[in-house]
């Protein structure tokens, strides 16, 4: 009875906002007519960020923008991932004729790897694996590692692009494909810069973090849990397992290391998915410099902090890299056009906790406990759009995620040894100003710290050894587009016993 007295009333309220006038509104914010490839710091920091406050908002409109709009045009959902490749399978001699206007299920995602497996490991230049199982213990979490020599350990800087981890937020996971396809399709066809990129990075790729949550499409995953709030977290005492949380300026101050132990090792009382588990080991097991994760919903290149202490959306907090993180931010958002252009957010960017605070979030905990710099990027206003404008989200992100991949090799690299043997020394924690989080050597012994410009005090440490400082100067001018420039090598003297 309530229902039916209530429900005009209700559709009458949300029928009211279409009433009115729309228009872009404009942000002051000039540029080039040819948007720049990588964008200087310089020019990151002049550059706003964030929602745009409609309640403090001056609309500038054109003839053409200000038009009255009765509703907004949003294209249908398909009912199920229907696969229209027709007979076509992926190979050098049929790629021209592959269908990327169509999602790929488990089966067909599946195939198209091994495909890429198939073609590409004899150049070794492609090799595929998997890093775990889902939930329902159906599916595989799939991954392919790009660049020369792939499936051996490299020393080179490692990069990862991750996709799907809500399952009904599909652009992404069509995307890596492309992705995929292009850098190893043009590796093979001479491109200069791809040969070059493969030759000097390891890229990394998961389409499907959530293969269960897709084929429900589902947000979660196959025991209904949203993946992006079952990893450990600094200031949520129910998501990171500890019993208290680190929730103040001066714990990220002064206890970097205690921090990475402490969401490295959440208290088993606190469930984690199979797939968070997944990745996290998968995390734990390589030494990503870079990465970013690709969601829907919005169109936004979101960055660190997803959360605060004030549990309070609207609130920026910031990391310990902000600026760095605003740069790289820029550095995808400005080559899309609907994401630079964006009407909600300033330059296409946003920090998490402004944007909405989330806890358990997976950006922050690499970005604290493995010092892998981590974007959440939003490709999509509607997560399921049709399978025809594929090929138009491709067109807007291709440039933003290769120019992006270039930022691993920003920053300064080097190598951590024992003085008196010189062997390298595996998990070295390097770290910029004693601030987390430290980065940690490879097997190699080789680091990579990405930085914003500016002079820094370098500090290397390990178990047994006594530490060593550095004083840093990071000008990126110096630093070559496919190689960083910047070494800065530690030889670290065993502690007297």
Not at 298 to 303: I, M, P
Not at 431 to 436: E, F, I, L
Request: glycine share 6%; aromatic share 10%; hydrophobic share 35%.
């Amino acid at each position: 009875k309530m229902w039916n007295r209530r429900r005009v009333l209700c559709v009458a309220l949300v029928v009211a906002i279409c009433v009115g006038v729309m228009a872009p509104a404009t942000y002051a914010v000039s540029l080039d007519a040819a948007v720049p490839r990588i964008i200087t710091h310089e020019e990151a920091m002049q550059m706003p960020s964030g929602p745009i406050d409609p309640y403090n908002m001056r609309a500038r409109c054109s003839d053409d923008d200000s038009t009255l709009r009765s509703k907004r045009q949003y294209d249908e959902m398909p009912e199920i991932p229907i696969d229209t490749r027709g007979p076509v399978e992926y190979s050098l001699e049929t790629r021209a004729d592959y269908n990327w206007n169509a999602y790929h299920n488990y089966e067909n995602l599946k195939d198209l790897m091994q495909s890429f497996h198939n073609t590409y490991h004899p150049l070794n230049i492609a090799n595929l694996y998997e890093i775990g199982t889902s939930a329902s213990g159906l599916r595989k979490l799939w991954v392919i590692e790009i660049g020369t020599n792939a499936g051996t350990t490299t020393r080179k800087p490692q990069f990862r692009y991750s996709a799907n981890m809500h399952g009904d937020e599909v652009v992404g996971r069509e995307l890596c494909l492309r992705l995929i396809d292009y850098l190893l399709s043009e590796y093979v066809g001479g491109n200069p810069e791809i040969r070059r990129l493969l030759e000097t990075t390891s890229i990394h790729v998961m389409p499907s973090m959530n293969p269960d949550g897709f084929e429900a499409h589902s947000r979660a995953n196959s025991r209904g849990v949203d993946l992006n709030r079952n990893f450990p977290d600094q200031f949520d005492r129910q998501a990171s397992g500890k019993r208290g949380s680190i929730d103040s300026d001066s714990a990220l101050a002064n206890a970097p290391h205690r921090i990475a132990r402490d969401l490295s090792h959440a208290e088993p009382r606190v469930a984690r998915e199979a797939e968070t588990e997944a990745v996290m080991r998968w995390a734990q097991a390589h030494y990503f410099v870079l990465c970013a994760n690709f969601h829907g919903g919005s169109v936004v290149a979101n960055y660190p902090f997803d959360g605060n202490r004030q549990h309070r959306s609207g609130q920026y907090s910031a990391a310990p890299d902000d600026s760095l993180f605003k740069t790289m931010a820029l550095t995808y958002a400005l080559p899309n056009p609907t994401m630079r252009n964006s009407h909600e957010f300033r330059n296409g960017i946003t920090n998490g906790a402004q944007w909405y605070v989330l806890y358990g979030g997976m950006q922050d905990w690499h970005y604290l406990t493995r010092g892998c710099f981590e974007l959440t990027i939003e490709l999509s206003e509607i997560k399921w759009p049709a399978p025809g404008q594929l090929s138009d989200f491709w067109a807007e992100n291709r440039q933003s995620m290769l120019d992006y991949i270039h930022l691993v090799h920003k920053g300064v690299r080097g190598t951590v040894t024992d003085a008196q043997t010189g062997r390298p020394l595996t998990n070295a924690r390097v770290q910029a100003d004693s601030h987390p989080p430290h980065v940690l050597s490879n097997t190699y012994g080789d680091y990579y710290r990405p930085l914003a410009p500016g002079t820094y005090s370098l500090t290397a440490s390990a178990d047994g050894y006594a530490p060593a400082t550095k004083r840093v100067t990071y000008t990126p001018a110096t630093a070559s587009p496919y190689m960083n420039d910047n070494v800065w090598d530690f030889a670290l003297t065993p502690s007297s016993p």
